[in-house]
């Protein structure tokens, strides 16, 4: 995992002029999936982080421009600083998509991002609206191209990852239970059993 941090907390990048295309053209965006580990009333659970677009019309995850001057996992980073707030480790690439938009075609590649810090003001606080969900409540809530299946890819690379975990730490084989890291198995069954809302809550109306 690559760790990213913002001590001088810089304003959010605008314009194009180092934007990264392909030798045939497509625009290159890098984005991520922000998640973390909680306690749930005694549970600990999954999260995720959803925004609205700036029209606050849906719920989406944090995406944009991969520039010359920084790698993809920093533009991941980036992205997740300025449009939601967050910081932390980005972890395995979890989807890779292109499409055609309104400006032409484009790559899409998201990223996990394990959340460290959540700010209380960041560039584009103005403008969006954040929210954490369930992690099995967020494919339901964020369905755009390419993130839906980057959620879904989280998913299964946590219980992919904690089924190649040894059964037994050394705690355990002493009887006793490790407690300095959330067990991320008790963390997906919680999340699997929690109730979930029989709607998506639509972002909140644009002013």
């Known amino acids: 995992m690559t760790t990213c941090t ?11 002029h180092q934007q990264r295309y392909t030798a045939a053209g497509i ?12 306690d749930a009333g005694g549970q600990v659970a999954v999260e995720v982080l959803l925004i609205t677009n700036q029209k606050k019309t849906l719920w989406i995850i944090p995406k ?8 993809e996992v920093q533009a991941a980073a980036r992205e997740a600083y300025e449009e939601a707030g967050v910081v932390g480790e980005v972890g395995d690439l979890l989807a890779d998509h292109e499409y055609t938009g309104k400006s032409g075609k484009q790559r899409h590649r998201y990223f996990a991002l394990k959340v460290a810090n ?21 494919p339901l809530e964020c369905k755009r191209e390419g993130m839906y299946d980057a959620i879904l890819a989280l998913i299964a690379k946590l219980e992919q990852n904690q089924t190649a975990q040894p059964t037994q730490s050394t705690g355990a084989a002493q009887g006793t239970q490790s407690t300095h890291e959330p067990c991320i198995a008790s963390a997906l069954e919680s999340t699997a059993t929690a109730p979930r809302a029989a709607t998506t809550t639509p972002p909140p109306t644009s002013t």
Not at 6 to 16: I, K, L, N, Q
Not at 28 to 37: D, S, T
Not at 118 to 127: F, G, N, Q, R, V
């Open 6 to 16: 913002f001590p001088h907390e810089p304003p959010a990048r605008v314009g194009r």
């Open 64 to 71: 944009g421009g991969w520039e010359q001057d920084e790698s």
């Open 118 to 138: 959540a700010l209380d003001k960041w560039p584009e606080s103005d403008h969006r609206v954040r929210k954490w969900v369930p992690l099995l409540q967020a």
């Open 27 to 38: 625009r290159l965006v890098a984005g991520c999936v922000p998640y973390r580990i909680v």
